[in-house]
């Protein structure tokens, strides 16, 4: 080992000690008190269970951390990467080929690391706290699937960026950027049209009060939309959530058939306001826009450092490869990751706020977007009272009780 790789080793360990802080202090900050706000929606049992949720989840995670940062050091400090770039050579082909058999062979590593670890919280924790309604064919099938798409996503990217950074003299990461940028807006786009119904099965929202409050709302707005459409969430999982897909005329509303079961029309009313106020005020187009200058600030960040020698020593490899550099760079660039996406989430809590608001101001339904916010809350069993670095740091939306005593502000004026 040479003090260059002290740096990689130290980042890795400050971001652990960081996240593993902040997760200790969140579990400190269990309240066996409920807070009034939720003494109609959470009895004690039901409370309880939810701050075990909490714990478990949070040990799991540390768990987790630990594991991920002492296996990282071991495979940094035994030469992994040396060993893994002398296989991929081994193969006798170019730059591009050879860049995507290492980072293949690294990719493949870490999901067969983590297979097991997102296996213990699908079927052990998730199912003791009646949250799985997975079987072990959806479940592998799931990885399957994804381990493909995310690889395909992956190779594309990491091709271009090897390609560019290895015969473009000057301006690499320009090209790098603006090749990145269309392929991202490609599979935002294509997303909801191809991605998502290899996992779930979306079925248009039938005809009736729902469908008739949510089209005169989102009429009244002036609001266009691809469709309006239940998602076949139930055979993974109780948990409840609507979400926005696509952009542009490809724009669709997507409940889960969960959350149908459990609220009213005006409750789920409430919930599609937010996420058109979301669209309304901007706040994709600010998020997309956010992680693309990220991207830029990246890529440039790259340029400058992908051809010094030292990175190299830091990883303890012999040779210079540029797309080693590139995988190198991700550890090198953590903590700037840290920051950006710190300053992401918070934005990402901001805009939460005005989404809100946006929604009860214009459908004017202020309780029905409170009691919607308490049964989510309830039936996912959200931690109500975390603690202000864990919501700083990682939290894209802000805490329950937040946002409704901004709703409740809102609604006395």
């Not at 003494?39 to 004690?44: A, G, L, P, Q, V």
């Not at 991920?68 to 495979?75: A, E, G, K, V």
């Amino acid at each position: 080992m040479n003090y260059f790789t002290c740096l990689p080793l130290s980042f890795i360990a400050a971001v652990y000690t960081i996240k593993t802080i902040s997760d200790l202090l969140n579990i400190k900050n269990i309240s066996n008190i409920i807070p009034h706000e939720f003494e109609n929606f959470f009895d004690k049992k039901k409370y309880t269970k939810a701050q075990s949720y909490l714990k478990y989840n949070t040990k799991f995670a540390i768990f987790s951390y630990t594991f991920s940062m002492i296996l990282q050091i071991t495979f940094i400090l035994a030469g992994g990467f040396s060993y893994v770039d002398s296989l991929a050579s081994s193969f006798g082909t170019g730059t591009v080929l050879t860049g995507l058999i290492f980072a293949g062979i690294l990719y493949l590593i870490y999901e067969i690391v983590n297979l097991p670890f997102s296996a213990y919280s699908t079927f052990v924790i998730e199912e003791k706290f009646g949250f799985n309604k997975m079987n072990g064919k959806i479940f592998v099938t799931d990885f399957i699937k994804s381990f493909i798409i995310k690889g395909i996503i992956y190779s594309v990217m990491f091709s271009v960026v090897v390609w560019l950074f290895s015969s473009v003299e000057h301006y690499a990461w320009l090209y790098a950027f603006a090749a990145i940028t269309a392929f991202e807006l490609f599979v935002t786009f294509i997303y909801p049209i191809a991605i998502i119904p290899l996992f779930n099965k979306y079925t248009p929202l039938e005809d009736g009060e729902l469908k008739k409050s949510v089209e005169e709302y989102a009429k009244k707005e002036n609001f266009k939309m691809k469709g309006l459409f239940k998602m076949d969430n139930s055979k993974r999982s109780t948990k409840s959530n609507a979400f926005f897909a696509g952009f542009g005329k490809s724009i669709r509303i997507v409940l889960f058939d969960t959350l149908i079961q459990k609220h009213t029309v005006e409750e789920l009313t409430s919930v599609l306001a937010h996420e058109m106020g979301h669209f309304k005020l901007g706040h994709i187009v600010k998020q997309i826009f956010f992680s693309f200058v990220s991207t830029a600030i990246m890529l440039f960040v790259l340029s400058v450092f992908i051809k010094k020698l030292w990175i190299y020593k830091a990883f303890l490899m012999d040779t210079q490869p540029i797309y080693a550099g590139v995988i190198f760079f991700t550890f090198l660039y953590a903590p700037m990751s840290f920051v950006l996406t710190t300053i992401s989430n918070y934005l990402s809590r901001k805009y939460e706020h005005e989404a809100d608001i946006y929604s009860v101001t214009t459908y004017k339904h202020h309780q029905d977007m409170i009691n919607a916010l308490k049964k989510l809350s309830v039936d996912n069993l959200s931690n109500l009272t975390p603690h202000k670095l864990k919501v700083f740091l990682e939290y894209s939306h802000p805490p329950v009780l937040d946002r409704v005593n901004t709703i409740k502000n809102i609604s006395e004026k």
